[in-house]
């Protein structure tokens, strides 16, 4: 089976070196073309267009940011040259509304659309561990199994129609959201009461709160480690925003997903290029001070 990735950053890249490492035959294609380099250096095809990408492969991941790219490089890319019988892997996070609108695009052409956003992050990627949460026909997904089992340790079948993995997705998102939210406070609660970072780390990381939200969130921080991890704040935010339409549409409150949502805007606003664990800083610039590995350091 031939495979291709629309989309070759942080997860797609991830995406793409698994499935080479599993033997698939790989194309694909990247708007910035320093990704598009790396991808061949791993040993991908790179191709000119998404739909030139769709001409040469059987199931196409599309890892995106968001429900427009998804629409341009699906409707107006990969369904006009994928054949039918072949799968479009919509493993981006976009809105259930706009999941459903591109299985109705793709209604009639024969091509299957499998809803499968993903968890696991930049780590799980890149060492093809992530968990799926897929939505598609037990036929479709029985035989594109082969290569979701390439890039994925956990593979859940959610539902059956476009829409049921991306409202999956939001419900985990809300989740997610207020456990970074958590941890990013207490982190800044425990550096204004001058408690060293590792102290932290080691005792949430043994407690019923640890967990690899909270343990790789508290890493980043008492390393100081806001940028280049692979998790850019952009894309958290906009999960959230998805989560909180979702429950806007269906009269369900979200009061801690909302407050993560504030903070992960204040941490976007303060520092654009900064990753998930930048947020920490806006309440330590409050506060006046940092958590670090050994001490907790006042700036005020």
């Given at each position: 089976m031939r495979?291709?990735?629309?989309?070759?950053?942080?997860?797609?890249?991830?995406?793409?070196?698994?499935?080479?490492?599993?033997?698939?035959?790989?194309?694909?294609?990247?708007?910035l073309e320093?990704?598009?380099?790396a991808?061949a250096?791993?040993?991908?095809?790179?191709?000119?267009?998404?739909?030139?990408?769709g001409?040469?492969?059987?199931?196409v991941?599309?890892?995106?940011?968001?429900?427009?790219?998804?629409?341009?490089?699906?409707?107006?890319?990969?369904?006009?040259?994928?054949?039918?019988?072949?799968?479009?892997?919509?493993?981006?996070?976009i809105?259930p509304?706009e999941?459903?609108a591109?299985?109705?695009a793709?209604?009639?052409?024969?091509?299957?659309?499998?809803?499968?956003?993903?968890?696991?992050?930049?780590?799980?990627?890149q060492?093809?561990?992530?968990?799926?949460?897929?939505?598609?026909?037990?036929?479709v997904?029985?035989?594109?199994?082969?290569?979701m089992?390439?890039?994925?340790?956990?593979?859940?079948?959610?539902?059956?129609?476009?829409?049921?993995?991306?409202?999956?997705?939001?419900?985990?998102?809300?989740l997610i959201?207020?456990?970074?939210?958590?941890?990013f406070?207490?982190?800044?609660?425990a550096?204004?009461?001058?408690?060293?970072?590792?102290?932290?780390?080691?005792?949430?990381?043994t407690?019923?709160a640890?967990?690899?939200?909270v343990?790789?969130?508290?890493?980043?921080i008492?390393d100081?480690?806001?940028?280049?991890?692979?998790?850019?704040?952009?894309?958290?935010?906009?999960?959230?925003?998805?989560?909180?339409?979702?429950g806007?549409?269906l009269?369900?409150?979200?009061?801690?997903?909302?407050?993560?949502?504030?903070?992960?805007?204040?941490?976007?606003?303060?520092y654009?290029?900064?990753?998930?664990?930048?947020?920490?800083?806006?309440?330590?610039?409050?506060?006046?001070a940092?958590?670090?590995?050994?001490a907790?350091?006042?700036?005020?």
């Amino acid at each position: 089976m031939r495979t291709g990735v629309i989309g070759i950053g942080d997860m797609g890249s991830g995406l793409a070196r698994n499935l080479i490492k599993a033997g698939f035959d790989c194309c694909g294609r990247d708007p910035l073309e320093h990704r598009n380099v790396a991808f061949a250096d791993m040993g991908g095809v790179v191709k000119d267009s998404a739909a030139d990408v769709g001409a040469h492969a059987d199931a196409v991941f599309v890892m995106v940011m968001n429900g427009a790219q998804a629409h341009e490089v699906i409707v107006d890319g990969l369904a006009t040259s994928m054949v039918p019988g072949s799968a479009v892997i919509l493993s981006a996070t976009i809105k259930p509304t706009e999941a459903r609108a591109l299985g109705a695009a793709l209604a009639g052409t024969g091509i299957h659309l499998i809803d499968t956003p993903v968890s696991g992050g930049f780590p799980g990627a890149q060492s093809g561990t992530l968990t799926m949460m897929a939505a598609a026909p037990d036929d479709v997904l029985d035989r594109f199994a082969p290569v979701m089992e390439a890039v994925s340790a956990n593979i859940h079948r959610v539902g059956t129609a476009p829409g049921d993995g991306q409202t999956v997705k939001a419900c985990l998102q809300s989740l997610i959201g207020a456990q970074f939210s958590a941890t990013f406070e207490a982190a800044a609660l425990a550096a204004k009461a001058g408690v060293p970072g590792q102290v932290i780390l080691d005792v949430f990381s043994t407690s019923s709160a640890g967990c690899g939200i909270v343990n790789n969130a508290l890493e980043k921080i008492i390393d100081r480690q806001f940028e280049g991890t692979g998790s850019h704040i952009n894309t958290m935010h906009k999960d959230l925003t998805i989560s909180m339409a979702l429950g806007e549409e269906l009269g369900v409150p979200l009061h801690t997903a909302a407050a993560a949502m504030q903070l992960f805007h204040a941490g976007r606003s303060r520092y654009p290029d900064g990753d998930n664990w930048t947020c920490t800083r806006v309440i330590e610039e409050i506060t006046g001070a940092e958590l670090h590995r050994t001490a907790a350091v006042k700036t005020r």
